[in-house]
């Protein structure tokens, strides 16, 4: 419709930030280059946009009494009009236009640009959904899929390699383990609970190079998970001196005890070459996974 930058916006995971998500020209290409965004409720026209749901306007950037943040990208903007992206009531983003002639903007602008901004909002809702649904059809293939490998198996031992070794493919991982709680009496004849890893995927290693972990190690982190039948996410291993690597190349870890009516079954972990790699989104998989693995254990056992 002839205006001179058009952009959106849309909020990040906190809600905290408008991020730049798509723009026109060489100026939008840079800013997206750099990540641009602009805080909620900050001094700008899209901070007020997130922050109130309202369309904002701001008829001449060089008069004080408008909101505005100048760019040095957009050195020659004169107008600047923005309105909410709604989804089901929250403001997910916004869409911004620019001029390079001050009172640009009038009523019809708006009018025009508020259906616009409505079939935005929509769009971005069914896109989605859709990628929503499409990860739940992934989650729901990964868990089938690991359920048949471990089932299938004649053996305990068989099983539980099956598992490592499609956690480790499935997930992209660097090692996957899986150890069992195996009780021993020591030479003092005291009960000592230990996690022994019994199957491994990645790193080429035998199981007996792998160290067992007593259960009253309160320290180590495979040991905490399995007394409190809690999962720990490790984002940088080399800040984390309680766990103990698979495999020497191992940036992030994630422990995950299986348990079945609170009582301790097992325990998975997973390992990535790179910092951070696991989220929220893998924890809740192994999470809904680990319930079907503590009965595939206790049935072969």
Do not use: C, W
Request: proline fraction near 4%.
């Amino acid at each position: 419709v002839g205006y001179d930058h058009a952009q959106i916006y849309l909020m990040d995971e906190g809600d905290d930030y408008a991020v730049l998500r798509a723009s026109t020209g060489e100026a939008g290409a840079k800013l997206l280059a750099i990540n641009h965004k602009l805080q909620k409720g900050s001094a700008s026209v899209i901070g007020q946009v997130t922050a109130t749901a309202r369309p904002v306007i701001a008829s001449d950037t060089e008069d004080a009494r408008f909101v505005h943040r100048p760019n040095p990208l957009l050195p020659t903007t004169r107008s600047e009009m923005a309105l909410p992206l709604i989804v089901k009531g929250r403001v997910v983003g916004a869409l911004d236009v620019q001029s390079n002639r001050p009172n640009a903007f009038d009523d019809d602008d708006v009018t025009v640009l508020r259906t616009l901004a409505a079939q935005i909002s929509v769009a971005i809702d069914n896109a989605e959904l859709f990628q929503q649904s499409r990860s739940r059809a992934n989650e729901m293939s990964f868990l089938f899929s690991m359920t048949t490998v471990a089932a299938s198996a004649q053996t305990l031992t068989e099983a539980l390699q099956n598992i490592a070794d499609e956690l480790r493919d499935s997930l992209d991982a660097l090692s996957a383990s899986v150890y069992l709680p195996q009780t021993y009496i020591d030479k003092d004849e005291n009960v000592v609970v230990m996690m022994q890893p019994v199957a491994v995927a990645g790193g080429g290693q035998p199981i007996s190079e792998l160290a067992e972990v007593r259960l009253d190690a309160l320290d180590n982190v495979i040991a905490n998970a399995a007394n409190t039948r809690r999962p720990v996410i490790i984002a940088d291993v080399a800040r984390e001196p309680n766990y103990l690597p698979v495999i020497d190349d191992a940036r992030s870890a994630v422990v995950v005890p299986l348990a079945s009516g609170g009582q301790l079954t097992g325990l998975i972990t997973l390992e990535s070459a790179e910092e951070d790699a696991f989220g929220d989104e893998t924890l809740t998989v192994l999470l809904t996974l680990s319930g079907t693995l503590s009965a595939i254990v206790q049935n072969q056992q």
